[in-house]
């Protein structure tokens, strides 16, 4: 078949390969059949084996749903009764964690930051200091609204010197930036299948410590659906969800992880590094500002700010881009108007150089001066 090829800069889902596109054509099949389990069988070692979890320690359980829905599972069912968690918030996805957490009526703390600035290692501390009822710490490893990294590493270890357990929201690193689960002190991370895998959407899952999953059996019960505990019981029996997964994107995911692992690890992380290089260098060559600072930026989103030109449109700069295969995306900042380009999916320096071409031209065609301006 031939599949035109879009390059996608927003922050997922990914451009695919076409292998991975067409691992989705296979026969009917009921999802009960011990063939479909055993395929999620392997899948869940593959998903443990790409963090570097010991499988006698860590596990992984998937879920039918996009990354929002690892957050959910993990807020509503990793805190005991009586317990508070705290959300390291920096950023638009952390702040999910944090709705997540007055849905459900969490005993929680927000412990907010600016947006474009990495924790305070020292506020952090004496937060857990003043507040011995915590169990969980929360953050997320990129916030992919800007771009900013979190120090996961040395964020874990303050939290297991409190005895809390640490939950890293990793959907916009996992299979891209090398994490060793043990190392980074992580008890719990996630992602879903659309991102750094470069598989479809419609299938995520959580990897994490299989002793505390078995504690939470006698958690407060939040919710069904989104239960971890439950989804790992039903996987332990059966090896199936327990309810309908999304059939194709499995298969889909499959093939994402062969090519994963044929690819490796520092192959894949140095490919998604010259790619954001080049990101760089083109915003920079026409004139855009960043809004993070590069030292602080784990490498793989770029938040460009928006010019002072009068003729500036963010929607027809898209629409240009689009027209012609490159998708972008606004950023969520609440006080700068950004866009969004991403080292996501199975791109390489080569269609970030011909987006530059499409995007300095979409400027000109838009009476939009170039390089850009700002006051």
């Not at 609204?145 to 809390?164: C, K, L, W």
Request: with cysteine.
């Amino acid at each position: 078949m031939n599949i035109k090829r879009n390059i996608l800069l927003n922050p997922g889902p990914s451009t695919t390969t076409d292998t991975v596109k067409m691992a989705q054509v296979v026969p009917d099949i009921c999802p009960r059949e011990d063939e479909f389990a055993e395929m999620m069988r392997q899948m869940r070692k593959d998903l443990v084996r790409i963090v570097h979890g010991d499988p006698q320690k860590y596990t992984s359980v998937l879920f039918c749903g996009s990354g929002t829905l690892n957050l959910d599972v993990c807020v509503n069912s990793l805190l005991p009764e009586g317990k508070k968690i705290l959300v390291i918030n920096n950023g638009a996805y952390s702040s999910r964690a944090v709705e997540i957490c007055e849905y459900y009526g969490l005993d929680h703390i927000n412990l907010q930051f600016p947006i474009d600035e990495q924790p305070d290692l020292k506020v952090v501390e004496k937060t857990m200091k003043e507040n011995p009822d915590i169990a969980v710490v929360y953050t997320t490893h990129n916030e992919t609204g800007t771009g900013v990294g979190n120090p996961i590493r040395e964020i874990g270890a303050i939290a297991h010197a409190h005895d809390a357990i640490f939950i890293v929201d990793t959907t916009s690193t996992y299979a891209m930036v090398p994490i060793d689960i043990e190392k980074d002190n992580i008890d719990f991370c996630m992602a879903s299948a659309q991102k750094g895998l470069m598989s479809m959407t419609g299938l995520s899952f959580v990897v994490g410590n299989e002793e505390i999953i078995k504690k939470s059996k006698d958690y407060p019960k939040r919710s069904y659906y989104c239960n971890l505990y439950l989804q790992y019981e039903y996987f332990e029996k059966t090896g199936q969800m327990h309810f309908t997964p999304p059939v194709q994107t499995v298969y889909a995911t499959r093939q994402a992880l062969k090519e994963y692992f044929a690819e490796g690890e520092e192959a894949k992380w140095e490919r998604h590094s010259r790619v954001m290089n080049a990101i760089h260098e083109g915003l920079k060559e026409l004139g855009f500002k960043e809004l993070i600072r590069p030292e602080i930026q784990i490498g793989l989103v770029a938040s460009a700010v928006y010019p002072d030109d009068p003729n500036w449109s963010f929607q027809k700069v898209h629409d240009y881009c689009y027209e012609r295969g490159f998708t972008i995306y606004p950023g969520k900042v609440t006080t700068t108007d950004t866009f969004r380009l991403c080292a996501l999916g199975a791109i390489d320096v080569e269609d970030i150089e011909e987006f530059f071409k499409v995007l300095r031209e979409a400027l000109i065609e838009n009476n939009i001066r170039v390089p850009v301006q700002y006051r």
